[in-house]
Nanobody, 115 residues
Framework: QVQLVESGGGLVQPGGSLRLSCAASGIIFSFHDMAWYRQAPGKERELVAAITSDGRSNYVDSAKGRFTVSRDNVKNTVYLQMNSLKPEDTAVYYC?????????WGQGTLVTVSS
């Protein structure tokens, strides 16, 4: 069975940092493009950051310069390092794995940025 297990969410003050992790099993991890999405209350889900199987990354404009996506193909884990967090970053963050027509999702982890 395919499983994406996320961790690292929580409450952080504005300007703080968090690192999200997503551990994958049941897939050939190195063959998959990995991505982080988020959904805030009342807003549509948006792609935050993605990293392809060969290591190319891209970010939503609001995350550029603050967030870094990386992957460890030995640990079968993708990370999202989030720095200089803002209240508008508050959302449920979802891990996604994609290859051809296959799409797998994690359960989501809540990030709350508040004083």
């Amino acid at each position: 069975q395919v499983q994406l297990v996320e961790s690292g969410g929580g409450l952080v003050q504005p300007g703080g940092s968090l690192r999200l992790s997503c551990a994958a099993s049941g897939i050939i991890f190195s063959f998959h493009d990995m991505a982080w999405y988020r959904q805030a209350p009342g807003k549509e889900r948006e792609l935050v950051a993605a990293i392809t199987s060969d290591g190319r990354s891209n970010y939503v404009d609001s995350a550029k310069g603050r967030f870094t996506v990386s992957r460890d193909n030995v640990k079968n884990t993708v990370y999202l390092q989030m720095n200089s967090l803002k209240p508008e970053d508050t959302a449920v963050y979802y891990c996604n794995a994609a290859r051809r027509i296959s799409r797998y999702w994690g359960q989501g982890t809540l990030v709350t940025v508040s004083s």
